[in-house]
């Protein structure tokens, strides 16, 4: 996985819209195919801005004429990114940005597709990290909730203002309703007014919840399962304590991950400094074996009778002295080449 490139985790589909298009038909096509953002392309099929859930918003809480051009409303010059750049360097720049989309073009910055942070997730995994993370290690413990009774207007408001791709109802401290910014989306498509609409009319009132000790690798496969972005954790009782989305397993997971990369870029270290910390003994030993043998050679220089030292297989000379072959007439390479019985005194 570490040589995947953005361009693998894309799919085929690459749905795009026109700038003289309308907010209406925007809406229609995001309702219709179920995604949460659509690319505006020029002629050429280069990116000139995005529109997402989130500007959805917008449009009923400024109250936006549908037949305006989606020209008028969109996010304009959109970061792009290439679709060669390394798989996991692409998450690291839409986190730090703070997206949830990356719009991908090739060399020549024509539009190829978008990588969503389900993408990420489904393509990360947790094979390569410890698989002991709870639900309670990355659920958000402040969700925005709201009344029961609270308009949908003022809702969508509020998911705005904080940036939040849902709001839980309550109904006392129990969950009963869970609105996102889809289900906005999906019923500003198909509806003109919205001034007496409550939250809890376009609510899903059968949102999964989830308990706060489970392996967050069984939360994930439990949303992938249902097809659901977001779990809202309960405890025993049924009372909220939180929200687990996508984002944050997302976050959890790619952190873990690259903790087990820094684990082990941290052991390789830590051998490669004992490998040099032998070396540096190694080099030490020499360098006092040397010592040792520079004194011995001059030590047995110093002895002024003739001394040699035979290897008791082959009777040679495997050390001597000056005195030793000139006091014999025999030059230092002559002396090397006998043995001890063809030594003759000159």
């Not at 050429?44 to 500007?55: A, C």
């Not at 024509?110 to 709870?134: N, W």
């Not at 308009?151 to 996102?180: F, S």
């Amino acid at each position: 996985m570490q040589h995947m490139t953005l361009k693998t985790i894309l799919s085929d589909a690459t749905i795009t819209l026109h700038p003289q298009q309308s907010v209406a038909q925007a809406l229609d096509v995001m309702a219709t195919h179920q995604i949460s953002s659509i690319v505006v392309v020029d002629a050429h099929k280069h990116p000139i801005g995005i529109f997402t859930e989130y500007d959805a918003l917008r449009i009923v809480t400024e109250m936006i004429d549908k037949q305006t051009p989606i020209n008028d409303v969109m996010t304009p010059e959109p970061f792009c990114i290439k679709e060669s750049i390394p798989f996991h360097d692409a998450y690291i720049i839409m986190e730090n940005k703070g997206y949830r989309h990356l719009i991908v073009t090739d060399e020549l910055g024509r539009f190829v597709g978008i990588a969503t942070e389900g993408d990420f997730l489904r393509y990360i995994g947790f094979d390569e990290i410890s698989q002991i993370k709870t639900v309670q290690e990355a659920m958000s413990e402040s969700p925005l909730v709201i009344a029961l009774d609270m308009p949908l207007m003022e809702a969508a408001n509020l998911m705005k203002e904080r940036k939040c791709e849902y709001a839980i109802i309550l109904d006392g401290i129990h969950p009963v309703g869970l609105i996102t910014e889809r289900d906005v989306l999906n019923y500003c498509a198909n509806a003109n007014h919205m001034d007496e609409m409550k939250a809890s009319n376009i609510s899903q009132n059968n949102f999964k919840v989830v308990q706060k000790n489970i392996p967050l690798q069984e939360a994930s496969a439990f949303m992938k399962e249902h097809g659901v972005h977001q779990l809202v954790v309960v405890d025993e009782d049924g009372d909220l304590l939180g929200l687990l989305g996508r984002h944050d397993i997302l976050r959890v997971v790619h952190g873990s991950y690259f903790e087990f990369l820094v684990q082990l870029i941290n052991q390789k270290n830590e051998t490669i400094d004992t490998l040099e910390a032998r070396k540096k003994e190694l080099r030490d030993e020499k360098t006092k074996a040397q010592e040792h043998v520079l004194k011995y050679k001059k030590l047995f220089e110093a002895i002024p009778d003739g001394t040699v030292l035979i290897d008791g297989k082959t009777l040679n000379a495997i050390e001597f002295n000056r005195a030793a072959h000139e006091n014999l007439g025999y030059t230092a390479e002559e002396f090397r080449k006998l043995k001890i019985s063809d030594y003759e005194v000159l």
